[in-house]
């Protein structure tokens, strides 16, 4: 119990660090704001969503890119929503690698391609986990009986 | 026997020597002509020839040269070996003549001796020789037996005999030994005849000249049956190069003229030379030598020879003169000559390729560079547009005179910056050709008027803006509207800028097919309807006047070049890209049009463009004119619509504009076809200089234009009209405004799930109510069944994308059916009733949601009939203040 205070400072360091490192951007601020006491769970629900549809796309992508014949526009197309969905809860990094993979997609280059798949999987998964921990912040802090912190 | 012998031993000879003594045999043969001519086909009977050639200069030759000894010593060999032969053979004939003769004379002896018996008998008896032939007859009758071996029996018999006929016996036998001595005798002479043949066949044949000649003309027939018809030429020439010997088959000129005569002495003309001092050279220094020598003489005119000089060297190694053989070559040297032709152009054809290769490689660099600005210039527009956008929203609050002054300078500058991006990026569409010009319907008068009113707001001199619109120019035409202001405001921005005082005028009217219906139309609006739904084209001139600077005379064909302006000083002193002539020429080609200049220095300048339009059909324009006039009730209307006569001055002067007496104030928006309706409300309601600062911005920016503040009642009242109205009448939906109470449902399209999302709850909490549709093909559906008043449409879908649907949606707005959507291949329901009920169809601005890449451009989003943009992700204001520009009754305003 008397760690509300605590959690919630720490919570606020730690979103604090996601957006000064870069991994979010204002849009999830924009998400956070979205949510009131008649969506508690907006954020997480839309986050889900994402985690949800990156897997997806990550997958297709990784198929795509193992075809024989590489239908570029087939892995844009992936790309563009990855980055779409990105950018929407914004997960900043995320959409700036989709960029990057995009001129990639471009220019037909099989090898960048791979290598922004590779850094894609890598920053979904850092983000994925970060927002983990942010969600198992905020549980924690309801359950301990606090509110959750408004940003800014 | 001999002959045989030597006839076979010459050819073996000869074949053997050959090779050897090409050069000892060639000279004496040769007839030399330097250029053999085969055009002459005189036959020269070639046998003699060798006859002509002396042989005291072969003697010479085999004496003094190397070669000519080797030949001769082979020679003079062969030739001792022959004699030889003759004497071996010779002796044995001898021999047997000897051995002959010693038989003889043994047989003589024994003759004489039988003789001397019969003498010593003779002597016994006296000798009658006459007896001995008077007793001839008798004797003839006696020899029956006369053989040698008889002889002996003869002996014994005449042994016996004797007694009986002694003298009739030996007088037989004398005459026979006679005879026989004369048989031998004869015999012997027949032998010394013999052998006197022999030695004088012996002496015949000693002359060693006439064998080697007799070889000579074998070598010769020889040379001759295998250069019988070859285009060769050989020869000898001495060491004054004087011809000794010549061979050649086409001969042109007699032995005499050739023989002692040098090349020089022969003939004239162009190679003569070079082969006379080519061959001094290879006599001088001693080394053999061929050379390509292309002669044109009179004689024989132009024939490239292929000619070998080979130096002969005397026994004391000292050269004396040369051999030379030639060969005709010319047809080969034209087909060297072709070939090596050919082989050039091949090369020449491939340097050719390359280089075009190149360029098309340099073209495509340039493409993509010209892309990739276009990419980038994209995206500094879109944040860009946001800051602009910012900025304006922040002029409208409160701010102290220092922070208007410096929000003004960041609204300039910002413009400035936009201006230029969207230069360029029109620049690249239209060379890329992907600029697309849509066709809607507009009103020149007005457009005029908002590019003058546009101008004049920013105006900072004393100038006179003014505006001529023939009576004879249709009210409404079809084409390109955002284009065509876009050149229009380019002009007058252009005139302006280069003109410091005086007047900026418009002239419009109509050039080459003027509607003769157009007063009539205009007397009865009301009977337009019935009247015509012709759609003639007609060309509309615009002139844009000034009376500026001017531009050089000089500087004319540069001006409508990228980046070129009239001058470096023009550049420094005024500024600009010089991309907005380069610009409206270009769209006013691509519209099938036609810009020109006449300037005149000091003076002004005129830019005059062409254009053709369409005259729409006026039954449904009436329509909304009626409402319009319905709702305003304003009776200026029918004055500025056919207003041909509009006048700006710049604010400074003190009033924003005049019009020919008419209440500007009351001027309502008509054009319902969208893309001008908030400037124009904005102008009217709003006569802030903040406000009109905006106006000079480019007007196919919607984002920008449209996202001016408007909470002023009488704009959202405007908008309401113009975007809200319903089937219902003006009156109901004021009266929903007020109460606030009915929204106007908002269709999302888009396909991703987490942005749908996002999107939902943005416009809950916008209190907004929102379908959402996956794709463009559910979009027309849903736009078929339901009443939708604003449409988010996303650019990048499955199945049909945004631009596709959108065009779609006009084409049903303008058309009344889905004919094109199910021409698309769009299943849609038949819904007779949604296709009829909803009269006229309202136009639904639909906002379009990009992500910033090039392939949804801006650009392409209004080209297919969108009427803004917000990019993605997309944010809580945005979407507010796009709900609240374009569906204007949203509670949360």
Not at chain 2, 86 to 99: Q, T
Not at chain 2, 183 to 196: C, F, G, N, T
Not at chain 2, 541 to 560: K, N, Y
């Amino acid at each position: 119990m008397a760690a509300v205070p605590q959690l919630q400072r720490q919570f606020i360091e730690y979103t604090t660090s996601l957006y000064n490192e870069g991994y979010l951007d204002d849009q999830f601020t924009q998400l956070q704001k979205l949510q009131d006491e008649s969506n508690p769970d907006f954020v997480v629900e839309v986050v889900s969503l994402f985690f949800e549809d990156s897997e997806k796309l990550l997958n297709n992508l990784a198929t795509a890119l193992q075809q024989n014949i590489v239908d570029y526009k087939q892995v844009d197309s992936h790309v563009h929503q990855f980055k779409g969905s990105s950018s929407s809860i914004g997960a900043q990094r995320v959409t700036s690698v989709c960029v990057l993979f995009r001129n990639c997609c471009e220019e037909k280059n099989l090898d960048g391609c791979l290598r922004c798949l590779q850094q894609l999987k890598h920053e979904y998964i850092n983000v994925r986990s970060k927002l983990e921990a942010l969600f198992r912040l905020e549980q924690q802090i309801l359950q301990a009986g606090g509110s959750i912190p408004m940003m800014e | 026997m001999e002959d045989d012998n030597a006839e076979d031993m010459e050819v073996e000879v000869l074949s053997s020597m050959w090779p050897e003594d090409i050069d000892a045999a060639g000279k004496k043969f040769n007839v030399e002509k330097p250029g053999g001519d085969q055009d002459l086909l005189e036959d020269v009977t070639f046998i003699e020839e060798p006859t002509i050639v002396d042989f005291k200069r072969l003697l010479e030759l085999t004496n003094y040269s190397e070669k000519g000894s080797s030949q001769l010593s082979y020679l003079v060999k062969n030739w001792e070996w022959k004699q030889e032969n003759a004497v071996r053979l010779l002796r044995e004939e001898l021999e047997n003549l000897s051995k002959q003769q010693h038989e003889s004379e043994l047989k003589k002896l024994e003759i004489l001796e039988e003789h001397q018996f019969e003498d010593e008998i003779y002597g016994c008896d006296k000798r009658p020789v006459s007896i001995l032939d008077g007793v001839d007859d008798i004797f003839q009758d006696v020899p029956k037996r006369r053989n040698d071996v008889i002889i002996q029996d003869e002996r014994l018999e005449i042994d016996d005999e004797c007694d009986i006929n002694t003298v009739k016996y030996w007088k037989q036998r004398a005459l026979h030994l006679e005879k026989m001595l004369e048989a031998s005798v004869q015999r012997e002479q027949i032998l010394l005849e013999k052998l006197e043949e022999s030695i004088e066949n012996l002496e015949k044949q000693s002359s060693p000249v006439e064998e080697l000649s007799q070889i000579l003309k074998r070598a010769d027939n020889f040379l001759h049956f295998v250069l019988q018809n070859a285009p060769v030429v050989i020869g000898h020439q001495d060491k004054e190069l004087r011809y000794r010997f010549i061979y050649n088959h086409f001969p042109s000129l007699r032995e005499e003229d050739i023989i002692g005569k040098t090349d020089v002495e022969i003939f004239k003309g162009g190679g003569v030379k070079e082969s006379q001092d080519f061959k001094r050279e290879v006599l001088e220094k001693g080394v053999p030598g061929k050379r390509e020598i292309t002669f044109e003489t009179e004689l024989f005119g132009a024939k490239t020879f292929l000619i070998y000089v080979e130096p002969v060297f005397s026994k004391a190694g000292e050269a004396i003169g040369v051999n030379y053989m030639g060969m005709e070559i010319t047809d080969q040297v034209k087909r060297r000559e072709k070939m090596a032709k050919l082989r050039e152009e091949i090369a020449v054809q491939k340097a050719r390729e390359t280089e075009l290769n190149k360029t098309i490689h340099i073209t495509e660099e340039t493409m993509r560079a010209k892309q990739m600005l276009a990419t980038m210039s994209h995206e500094i527009r879109s944040p860009l547009s946001g800051v602009v956008s910012m900025a304006e929203i922040l002029s409208t609050t409160k701010l102290d005179k220092d922070q208007k002054q410096l929000l003004s300078v960041m609204l300039s500058s910002g413009d400035l910056v936009l201006q230029l991006i969207n230069d360029i990026l029109d620049l690249s569409k239209v060379e890329s050709g992907v600029m697309k010009l849509e066709a809607t319907k507009f009103r020149p008068r007005e457009v005029i008027k908002h590019v003058l009113q546009t101008a004049a707001a920013s105006l900072k001199k004393k100038l006179i803006l003014e505006g001529n619109i023939a009576d004879d120019v249709p009210i409404e035409v079809i084409g390109d509207v955002l284009r065509i202001r876009q050149i229009l405001t380019n002009l007058i921005s252009n005139a302006v800028k280069f003109t410091h005082e005086g007047k900026v005028k418009i002239n419009l009217y109509c050039t080459a097919d003027p509607c003769p219906e157009r007063s009539n139309i205009l007397l009865n609006e009301h009977e337009k309807n019935e009247a015509q739904s012709q759609e003639t084209v007609v060309w509309i001139r615009c002139d844009v006047q000034d009376t500026g600077i001017g531009i050089p005379e000089t500087a004319l064909p540069s001006l409508f070049k990228k980046y070129m302006q009239a001058g470096a000083d023009t550049a420094r002193k005024y500024g600009g890209t010089g991309l907005g002539l380069a610009i409206c020429k270009q769209l006013v080609e691509l519209m099938g049009g036609r810009l020109t200049v006449s300037s005149k220095e000091h003076q002004g300048s005129t830019f005059t463009f062409v254009l053709p339009h369409k005259v729409p059909d006026l039954s449904e324009s009436s329509d909304e004119t009626d409402e319009y006039q319905d709702m305003d009730d304003n009776e200026s209307m029918e004055d500025d619509k056919t207003c041909g006569f509009f006048q700006f001055s710049p604010r400074t002067l003190g009033s924003l504009f005049s019009s020919n007496g008419s209440r500007q104030t009351h001027e309502l928006p008509r054009n319902v076809h969208g893309f001008d309706k908030v400037d124009r409300s904005s102008i009217i309601t709003d006569q802030a200089n903040t406000d009109h600062d905006d106006q000079d911005r480019p007007f196919h920016n919607p984002c920008i234009q449209k996202n001016r503040p408007s909470d002023m009642g009488l704009t959202r009242d405007l908008m309401r009209v113009n975007s809200g109205k319903t089937s219902g009448s003006i009156f109901s939906n004021t009266l929903e405004r007020s109460k606030s109470t009915e929204r106007r449902k908002v269709l999302l399209v888009e396909d991703h799930v987490v942005n749908v999302m996002v999107a939902k709850r943005m416009m809950k909490q916008l209190n907004q109510d929102m379908d959402v549709v996956n794709n463009g093909v559910e979009a027309l559906r849903a736009v078929q069944r339901g009443d939708y008043g604003l449409i988010l449409m996303d650019v990048c879908m499955p199945v049909m994308d945004g631009l596709q649907a959108t065009r779609l949606i006009r084409s049903y707005e303008r058309t009344g059916n889905w004919d094109e959507a199910r021409l698309a291949g769009v299943e849609l329901d038949d819904h007779p009733s949604a296709d009829q009920i909803l009269e006229p169809r309202r136009r639904i601005p639909i906002i379009a949601m990009t992500a910033n890449a090039m392939s949804e451009s801006a650009e392409e989003c209004f080209a297919n009939g969108m009427d803004s943009f917000i990019t993605k992700p997309v944010t809580l204001q945005n979407l507010k203040k796009c709900l609240e520009q374009y569906l204007p009754l949203n509670n949360t305003v």
